[in-house]
């Protein structure tokens, strides 16, 4: 067990939808990154907030956002859903932001299944 | 451009055999960490080792070990007397910018049977 917990494990809605993925990092922790993993591009970096600030971005559709709240937990809120946007969407924290060395842990998954 | 190669797709073993797992990376930085992790069948990704570009003395860890080489870019990783709780896909990863984000390798899915 990371630390990270992941909310809902399963997901499964239609095309069109709107869904919000939720993560709690280990305590601690400040930064959250979400990533996406599907059979065709494999495991994908989409953002990383630290302390509530956005601090990079990856390859994250205009459709998909996120936020970290004061209480460190954050979202990632998918919306006009295509069914293309089916994967496995991780969260992970770690410590700090840039200039450390520290790892990402990983939380267990939402799978998301777009019909 | 900083990524990760891992060109084996699958590899098949019977139990007790040992395996390798190669990774092979590129990047710009004179300065870096590699990662490797293990996604088991049941989906979680689990941190497994992190090396930085000082230490390419080998890492052992139990059955586990890392063979870190900067004159080939690669890292690769040994398993000796594979279990099949061994069974699962292993991504070798590189951080960027600073550990804002991390860049995966296509994986490598290791089946140990019985």
């Given amino acids: 067990d990371s630390g990270v917990t992941q909310t809902p494990k399963h997901l499964i809605t239609a095309t069109g939808q709107r869904v919000t993925l939720r993560c709690s990092p280990r305590s601690g922790d400040l930064s959250v990154y979400w990533y996406q993993q599907s059979l065709d591009q494999g495991l994908q970096f989409l953002?990383?907030?630290?302390?509530?600030?956005?601090?990079a971005k990856g390859n994250i559709l205009e459709r998909f956002s996120a936020q970290q709240f004061p209480d460190l937990h954050s979202e990632l809120n998918l919306s006009s859903l295509e069914l293309g946007d089916s994967a496995?969407?991780?969260?992970?924290?770690?410590?700090q932001t840039s200039g450390g060395a520290d790892t990402q842990y990983f939380g267990p998954g939402t799978r998301l299944t777009v019909l | 451009a900083q990524k990760v190669t891992q060109a084996q797709t699958e590899i098949s073993v019977v139990e007790?055999?040992?395996?390798?797992l190669d990774c092979v990376y590129e990047t710009r930085d004179t300065t870096y960490?590699?990662?490797?992790?293990?996604?088991?069948?049941?989906?979680?990704?689990?941190?497994?080792?992190?090396?930085?570009?000082?230490d390419e003395q080998n890492e052992i860890s139990g059955r586990y070990s890392w063979n870190f080489q900067k004159s080939t870019s690669s890292f690769n990783f040994t398993i000796t007397a594979s279990q099949v709780v061994d069974s699962a896909v292993y991504f070798c990863?590189?951080?960027?910018?600073?550990?804002?984000?991390?860049?995966?390798g296509t994986g490598t899915r290791l089946l140990v049977s019985p």
Avoid: M
């Fill in chain 1, 47 to 55: 953002i990383h907030y630290y302390n509530g600030e956005e601090r």
């Fill in chain 1, 88 to 95: 496995l969407y991780f969260c992970a924290s770690s410590l």
């Fill in chain 2, 16 to 20: 007790k055999e040992d395996v390798t």
């Fill in chain 2, 33 to 54: 960490y590699l990662f490797w992790y293990k996604q088991p069948p049941s989906g979680e990704l689990v941190f497994l080792i992190r090396r930085n570009s000082f």
């Fill in chain 2, 93 to 104: 990863a590189l951080p960027l910018y600073g550990f804002q984000k991390l860049v995966f």
